[in-house]
Every structure is written in C-alpha cells, then in structure tokens.
C-alpha cells in the first residue's frame, strides 16, 4: 500500500494504517530531526510530533502522490519553531556521544582526512543558519528534489537553491584550505 | 556570469540531464575557480554521505499510540523531555569556536574561554549566559532568515 493509500485510510479512522505509516517513515523523520538539533532525545520528541500532527491533518492531505514533501513541511516547521523557541537559532546542541565537543578549530594548514573530516563537518553542518542546514540535509539525506524542497520549506526553487549553494560553499571552506593556504 | 552556482547541487545529487553536466564540465574545463568549487563539492558531498545518524532508541510508535489514547497512559510515565540549558549554550559554544575561526574576528576569544568552561564542567553563570546571548546577536548575520518568516 503507498503513502497516499495510507494517509486515506488514516483519515477514515483506521489506526492500523497510521501505524504502518509511523513505521515506514519514522527512521527518516528521526534522521532529519537529530539533523536539525543534533539531540536524539529531542529528535525523539520531534519526530512524535510530527507524526502526531501528520494525523491530526490527515484529513487535509491531498493524495497527489507528494506525500515525502508534505511529511517534512511538518517535520521542518516543527524544526524551526523548535529552534524559535530556544532562542538560540542557529545553534544547535551537540550530543556529547556523537560529537566532538572537545573540538577546536583546525590549524589552517591541518590534512583534513577521515574521522578528523567528519568530526569537522559534523560540527560545520551543525553550524549552519537552520534554513540552509534544512534544504541540505533534505537533499543530501532525504533525496528531495529543489521542487519538493520548495514546498517543503515554503518557498521558491530559487531560493532554495541560493541556500544549497551558501551551505555548500560554507562546507567546502571549512573542510578545504584555500589554494594560497597550501 | 553565475558559473556554475545554478547547477552544483544538481550535479553533485546527480540530477543533470547528460546535455546539461556537459556544460558544467565544459564550464569547469575553462574556470578554474568553479573546477576547485566542483571538485571540494563533490569530496563534501561524499564525506556528508559517511556522517552517520543514530536510530531512535525507541520505536515512535509507544509515544504516538500513549498520546492517541492518553486514558490507556499509566499514570507517572516521563512526559516531555526538555532542553536544559547548559547543554544549549555549551553547543551554541562549540559552534561559537567555529563561526569564530571563520570570521576570525573578536567572539573567539570570548567562546573559547566559555568553552574550557564548559569542558571543564562547568555552569554557565548569568554573566556568561549573557555574554552568549551578545556574541550570537551580533556574530550571526544570515540574509536568508530575515525576510521568509
Ligand atoms: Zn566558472
């Protein structure tokens, strides 16, 4: 059964479905919502949220087989009103297990390479303006295209690509010394 | 000239039409500083692909059917979680240390003293707390989240 067939069933009352549902897109929405705070327990919070709200609408859902963009229109406003509320936007909480907290900024001449690589990226994604982080991690991990990403997201495809390109040179400059710094 | 702004993501996501990657790698043949974009591109792209998620420790569904049916909940069952606010401001801290060496510019200092702090073990006092509140008032300064909400 696909997503639109489920969400009409879920809007008939049948519990089942909504279950089945939960289970099919949980591991993404988590992944998306540890992405955004870099907490597992609020992204356990937020992904509960979401499915939760996901119900409530289902009623409004229309089944023109965009389901995964409507799912992270609900995911990415409860990210954002999630980091609104902390006041703290743009920064986001790191994990102490999954993070480096110890971490420093690299010596400019570093050999950036493996672990050392992700830890930096990691922390430089995590730095990232929410929104810029959001399209990213919706293209990068997600696989939505500039289109769903828009919808997602509530704006243009033009906008959403400025902010992939912002994001991707912010990583890029991290990770890579500039040529003269060779 | 936009270079290849336009297309990098869709090159890197692999979503060019073949018409379409032959300009880019046109393009990149003849211009250095968009070859050097491409080519740090694609290692960030593939080095965000080996970034891990966890998975939840819990299946989503034990809080999503105790909250459809809270007259089934057992009464005294942990309710929401919140945000504590040491953990806050030490990750506003440590991406203070990395806005600090991009910019760098003055709230290095202040994060990276903050940030031995909060190493060591330490709470943030209110001063601190204040002081965190300064450095991302002033260092962040994204167009992008002005005029959208
Ligand atoms: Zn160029």
């Not at chain 2, 060019?16 to 046109?26: G, H, N, Q, S, T």
């Not at chain 2, 003849?30 to 970034?51: F, H, M, S």
């Not at chain 2, 991406?95 to 909060?118: N, Q």
């Amino acid at each position: 059964m696909n997503d639109d067939q489920l969400m009409t069933r879920i809007a008939a009352g049948e519990e089942a479905a909504f279950r089945l549902l939960v289970e099919r897109w949980e591991r993404q929405v988590h992944a998306f919502h540890w992405r955004m705070t870099g907490s597992r327990e609020e992204a356990e919070d937020l992904t509960q949220d979401t499915f939760l709200k996901v119900h409530a609408h289902a009623g409004g859902y229309r089944p023109e087989g965009r389901f995964q963009s409507w799912l992270f229109r609900i995911a990415g406003n409860l990210a954002r009103s999630w980091a609104r509320r902390r006041k703290i936007i743009g920064w986001v909480r790191f994990d102490p297990d999954v993070h480096d907290r110890a971490g420093r900024g690299p010596a400019p001449d570093a050999v950036v390479a493996g672990d050392e690589l992700r830890r930096r990226l990691q922390r430089a994604l995590a730095c990232l303006p929410p929104r810029q982080r959001e399209a990213l991690v919706l293209r990068r991990y997600h696989d939505l295209s500039q289109r769903d990403i828009a919808a997602a997201m509530g704006t243009s495809e033009g906008a959403v690509e400025s902010l992939l390109v912002r994001a991707l040179d912010t990583l890029r400059r991290e990770l890579a010394p500039e040529p003269g710094a060779r | 000239m936009n270079h290849i702004d336009a297309r990098l993501a869709d090159w890197l996501s692999g979503n060019l039409d073949p018409a379409a990657r032959e300009a880019v790698a046109a393009h990149c043949a003849a211009c250095e500083p968009c070859r050097r974009r491409l080519e740090q591109g694609e290692a960030v792209w593939q080095a965000l692909g080996e970034l891990p998620a966890p998975a939840p420790e819990r299946p989503a569904w034990e809080g999503i059917a105790a909250a459809l049916h809270p007259e089934r909940a057992k009464a005294g069952a942990p309710a929401w979680r919140r945000w504590s606010f040491p953990a806050a401001a030490a990750a506003a801290l440590v991406c203070g240390v990395v806005l600090g060496d991009r910019l760098a510019g003055e709230p290095t200092g202040v994060a990276r003293i903050l940030t031995d702090d909060i190493i060591a073990g330490t709470l943030l006092s209110e001063d601190a707390a204040a002081d965190l509140d300064g450095l991302i008032a002033t260092a962040w300064n994204d167009p992008a989240q002005g005029g959208t909400r």
